[in-house]
C-alpha cells in the first residue's frame, strides 16, 4: 500500500520489489535523491521527525566491513577465523577497500529507513505516507 501511495513521488523512491514477488517489510527504506530533496536525506529525516515519523537517515553510519569486528578481524578470540587460517589455503587474503564498494557509500549516503510491522493499520500507512509526500513536496528543489 505505501508503495502505491507514494508512486511517483520526485526525489523519493521507494524499495523495488521484484514481478510476482510479495516483500514482508521489517524496515522501509526509502532512497532520496539529494539532487531532488534540498538538504538530502537529514533534512528529510528530520522533517518527518517533527511530523511525527522516526526514521533513520543512512540506516548505519558506514559500510558493515569498516566497523571494529571485521576492520580489525577481532572475531573467535585471537584466532582471526574466519578471515585466517588453514581454511583458506590457496585462497587470496580477505581484504576490504573503501575504493571497492562505491555503491555501499553512495547507497548509504541516501537511504532513510522507517521502522515498520505488520501491526500498521491502513490508517498508520497513510499517515506516514502524508508526512513523506508533505516533506518531499516541502523539500523540493
Not at 22 to 41: A, M, N, Q, S
Not at 79 to 103: D, I, K, N, Q, T
Request: a neutral charge.
Amino acid at each position: 500500500m505505501m508503495d502505491q501511495l507514494i508512486a511517483g513521488l520526485s526525489g523519493v523512491e521507494a524499495p523495488r520489489v521484484t514481478p510476482d514477488s510479495k516483500h514482508v517489510y521489517w524496515k522501509y527504506c526509502l532512497r532520496i535523491d539529494p539532487e531532488r530533496i534540498e538538504g538530502g536525506v537529514d533534512r528529510f529525516a528530520k522533517e518527518l521527525k517533527a511530523r511525527g515519523i522516526f526514521s533513520a537517515p543512512r540506516y548505519i553510519q558506514k559500510p558493515a566491513f569498516m566497523c571494529q569486528v571485521l576492520r580489525d578481524r577481532v572475531t573467535f578470540g585471537k584466532s582471526r577465523f574466519p578471515f585466517e587460517g588453514p581454511h583458506r589455503a590457496g585462497l587470496p587474503p580477505v581484504e576490504y577497500r573503501l575504493e571497492e564498494y562505491p555503491g555501499a557509500v553512495e547507497a548509504l549516503s541516501r537511504v532513510c529507513v522507517l521502522p515498520w510491522n505488520e501491526f500498521y493499520s491502513d490508517d498508520d500507512v497513510r499517515f506516514i505516507a502524508d508526512a513523506v509526500i508533505e516533506v518531499a513536496e516541502l523539500l523540493r528543489k
